[in-house]
């Protein structure tokens, strides 16, 4: 009898054990932990699944990934940017997940066709500019920026940031090559100064008087503009670029799960957390991106800043022309 009681205790702990060990979810992350900390932190409560996460660049999250092939301890891949995800499923670092969740709640344009990546929050690439050096019926769209009109008074960061690259081949397709090849020779011929520094830099360089417009994402003016308590923007104001051709570019941060990934089901649970209504509200109000997901609240502080048209793009699309964009800006002189 004692020989069976002591059996059941030993088997009721392994399987606790077990069952204790499954309850993880391990994040190689790009993107900072203070954007991250508080959905994860939600998370692991409400799941009651514990985060191992890792930061670092994109780049080498990736490399690591495929290092490290199925001994990776990594599940997920978390990043922005959609040519990042692309590269990742190009690898073949990806595996197809079937959640309907995601499926039903990331409009097709923002995830992958095989269902290897998935979006996550939405972020534009606008124009910030000086009002009083800039009329806002001046600004149209993107294409407007190869006017002669703006000469010397340009910002923007440099040709090998991903989100240029981005933007060019949205442009490649709504434009067509030989509009988007005539744009990158005039537009880099209006740069205030050789590209340096992020996007902060070129609007903190519009207040200095550098230049008069910076291409920008929005989530970073938006929450400098949030952070502002000495006014250093009052004079400089948004435009989101729109022409009959091409309306605002839209990109994503997102996700995939990793091929080897161990606790697929834990994975999958947290991008479903991501995209849930608590989530999304917290990319819009700690992060400043816009929620994937359509008609969610958003705060009237963010409200301001809504993107009034679209551009439709799928982001499937973007790959194709990636390395065609890059070549194009080299040519232009876009260093
Ligand atoms: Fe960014």
């Known amino acids: 009898m004692k020989l069976f009681f ?29 954007l991250m900390r508080e959905l994860i932190d939600n998370f692991e409560v409400k799941e009651n699944i514990k985060v191992n996460i890792i930061f ?40 197809t997940i079937n959640s309907s969740i995601l499926k039903n709640q990331i409009p097709s344009i923002y995830r992958d066709k ?28 993107y294409l407007g920026l190869m006017d002669s009109n703006w000469k010397s008074r340009l910002l923007v960061r440099s040709s090998n ?12 397709y709504n434009y067509g090559r030989e509009t988007t090849k005539d744009f990158l020779s005039r537009f880099t011929k209006n740069f205030a100064r050789n590209p340096s520094g992020g996007d902060r830099d ?3 360089a519009v207040v ?12 970073y003016f938006i929450k400098m503009k949030k952070n502002d308590t000495e006014k250093k923007l009052n ?4 435009h989101f670029p729109f022409d009959e051709k091409m309306k605002t570019h839209i990109n994503i941060s997102g996700a995939g799960i990793i091929k080897y990934s161990k606790n697929t089901d834990n994975a999958i649970k947290f991008l479903e957390f991501l995209i849930s209504d608590e989530a999304q509200k917290v990319y819009a109000e700690k992060n400043f991106e816009y929620p994937i997901k359509e008609g969610l609240k958003i705060s009237s502080f963010l409200k301001k800043y809504s993107i009034q048209k679209k551009d439709s793009l799928d982001l499937n699309l ?14 232009a002189g876009w260093r």
Not at 118 to 132: Q, T, W
Not at 162 to 170: E, F, G, M, T
Request: hydrophobic fraction near 45%.
């Open 202 to 204: 070129q609007i903190r």
């Open 56 to 95: 670092s660049k994109a780049n080498q999250l990736i490399k690591k990934i495929e290092m490290e092939g199925e001994y990776t301890d990594a599940d997920i891949l978390l990043t922005v940017d959609v040519a990042r995800l692309l590269s990742a499923k190009k690898k073949g670092l990806f595996k």
């Open 161 to 172: 940031n991903v989100y240029n690259q981005s933007l060019v081949s949205a442009m490649i």
């Open 6 to 34: 002591l059996t059941l205790i030993t088997l009721f702990f392994i399987q606790a054990y077990c069952h204790a060990k499954s309850k993880v979810v391990n994040i190689y992350s790009a993107r900072q932990e203070v």
């Open 208 to 219: 200095a008087g550098e230049g008069d417009i910076a291409l920008v994402n929005s989530y």
């Open 235 to 238: 004079k400089i104001r948004v």
């Open 318 to 331: 973007i790959a194709d022309n990636n390395k065609e964009a890059l070549m194009m800006m080299g040519k």
């Open 114 to 141: 095989d269902n290897q990546w998935y979006g996550m929050s939405l972020r534009a690439r606008i124009f910030i500019y000086h009002k009083d050096r800039v009329a806002d019926k001046e600004l149209k769209g």
